[in-house]
C-alpha cells in the first residue's frame, strides 16, 4: 500500500487546514487508517485515527480531541484531517498512516507533509 499525504502549508493561530492521504496499491484490505505528527526535536505522536467502516470508529489525541477531526471515503481510498483552531503547537510534520489491526502500529507510512502555524 502507498500512502500520499497532501493538503500542509503555513496557517496563522486560529485558522484550519484539511490534510488528504490518498492511498494506492492493495487498497481492498480494511486497513484502519490515521494520522500521526513530529515536531523538531521531538518524537512521532498519534494524532486520530478512524476504523474501515468510519463514522464512530474515530479517536484522537487529547491534544486535538474538539479541533481536528478524521474522516474517510472509502471509495475514493483517501481519508481526511479536518484541523481547525490551530495553535503554534501543531507545527509538524503530519504522517498518514494504515494498519490492519488498528493505525497505532502501522503497516504503512505516507512521506509526511509539512503544517506550519504562526502567531
Known amino acids: 500500500v502507498q500512502l500520499q499525504a497532501s493538503g500542509g502549508g503555513l496557517v496563522q493561530t486560529g485558522g484550519s487546514l484539511r490534510l488528504s492521504c490518498s492511498a494506492s496499491g492493495r487498497t481492498g484490505s480494511r486497513y484502519n487508517m490515521g494520522w500521526f505528527r513530529q515536531a523538531p526535536g521531538k518524537e512521532r505522536e498519534f494524532v486520530a485515527g478512524?476504523?474501515?467502516?468510519?463514522?464512530?470508529?474515530?479517536y484522537y489525541a487529547d491534544s486535538v480531541t474538539g479541533r481536528f477531526t478524521i474522516s474517510r471515503d472509502n471509495a475514493k481510498n483517501t481519508v481526511y484531517l479536518q484541523m481547525n483552531s490551530l495553535k503554534p503547537e501543531d507545527t509538524a510534520v503530519y504522517y498518514c498512516?494504515?494498519?490492519?489491526?488498528?493505525?497505532?502500529?502501522?503497516?504503512?507510512w505516507g512521506q509526511g507533509t509539512q503544517v506550519t502555524v504562526g502567531t
Open positions: 478512524v476504523s474501515w467502516s468510519g463514522g464512530a470508529g474515530t
Open positions: 498512516a494504515a494498519g490492519l489491526n488498528g493505525v497505532l502500529v502501522p503497516d504503512y
